[in-house]
């Protein structure tokens, strides 16, 4: 199965010319995020046996990707004697190995933070899963309390109490590990951003700070699934000079705008395309859930920036945007997504 990598998707940027002090440390640091925050292997002493499968996932997904049998030799070996390593270390010799120049340092990095990653997006997919299971879970911690209350049998404490502090603390413990994550990556000046499961490229930081932070978290639902995949999409294309990355921005405000109405009922099924759905939310029925300002700007956005790249142009010149203009449209639609869902 083909897996998305911070290495494939970046080979044409180059971001590193040298490797020094600063990216050895980043290395590093980022490595022990992943094996002390993420999957420690060690657990009271003990091999973990579901930390071994998700190292061992992990190392699978990137060695097949960078065409490797193996990301770092499996096994120590002396003249005598060969063992076993943990695949906590073999990933470790891997990440925080000495560069030495046998291929570029531009490749050597992005490697070792398709690593980081790719530990990152397998621990956020592993707790959505959770989440989602999170309320089956609350429900049978209720019918086997009043099971226990017919048969007389008390606890001390709630169970359903218990579970949901316990799912918050995985919660919270992954985002500390994200926020530290990216501070790492500031520090170490590689204007990156990990979020919902992938790297990419944050050159502003005030943007950053303003309007992907919060973006980014509001996305994570599952609801928001195609608006997160397009705007990645969008990104991706700015970052790689690839071709009209306004029209997947547009295509995450589009959905954005169409499952809020589909949410709210308002959606009434004879709708042709973005403007009937934004007529939707300035409706009486909607109760104005935007002004005619807002809804006379928003389709001029779609006029303007989206329907010009959406449709072929025929004998007319190719629509092209700025790279000011492209941000802009970006930004734009991210600053509209997270307002419109803001207020659902």
């Not at 973990?48 to 990301?71: F, P, V």
């Not at 490749?107 to 997006?121: D, G, N, P, T």
Request: aromatic share 10%.
């Amino acid at each position: 199965m083909l897996t998305d990598i911070f290495a494939d998707r970046y080979i044409s940027i180059p971001m590193w010319e040298t490797f020094g002090e600063v990216e050895r440390r980043f290395l590093v640091q980022g490595f022990r995020i992943v094996s002390e925050q993420l999957y420690p292997y060690y657990i009271a002493g003990n091999e973990s046996a579901h930390a071994k499968a998700r190292w061992t996932a992990i190392h699978d997904k990137l060695s097949m990707e960078l065409g490797l049998s193996e990301l770092a030799p499996k096994y120590y070996v002396s003249a005598t004697s060969a063992s076993t390593k943990s695949m906590n270390q073999v990933c470790k010799d891997f990440v925080c190995a000495k560069f030495e120049g046998s291929a570029s340092v531009d490749r050597f990095m992005k490697e070792r933070i398709s690593f980081i990653e790719l530990a990152f997006r397998e621990k956020e997919e592993e707790l959505n899963k959770k989440n989602l299971d999170l309320p089956m879970q609350l429900v049978a911690a209720k019918l086997q309390a009043k099971s226990n209350e017919y048969r007389g049998m008390r606890f001390p404490g709630n169970r359903e109490d218990g579970i949901k502090a316990y799912n918050e603390s995985l919660n919270s413990s992954f985002r500390a590990a994200v926020a530290e994550l990216n501070e790492r990556l500031r520090q170490a000046g590689c204007n990156l951003n990990y979020h919902n499961g992938f790297i990419q490229i944050s050159d502003d930081e005030l943007v950053e700070k303003q309007i992907e932070k919060e973006f980014w978290s509001i996305t994570k639902d599952a609801l928001w699934k195609n608006v997160d995949i397009d705007m990645k999409e969008a990104i991706d294309l700015r970052d790689s000079n690839g071709r009209d990355p306004s029209y997947y921005a547009a295509k995450a405000l589009e959905s954005t705008i169409k499952i809020i109405s589909d949410q709210k009922g308002w959606t009434r099924g004879g709708e042709k395309g973005a403007h009937n759905y934004i007529d939707n939310l300035s409706s009486k029925k909607s109760g104005k859930f935007i002004d005619d300002w807002e809804r006379d700007a928003l389709k001029s956005f779609f006029t303007s920036v989206r329907n010009p790249f959406g449709h072929g142009p025929g004998s007319e010149k190719m629509p092209k945007l700025t790279p000011q203009q492209t941000n802009w449209a970006i930004e734009t639609c991210m600053s509209w997504i997270k307002n419109l869902i803001k207020r659902m």
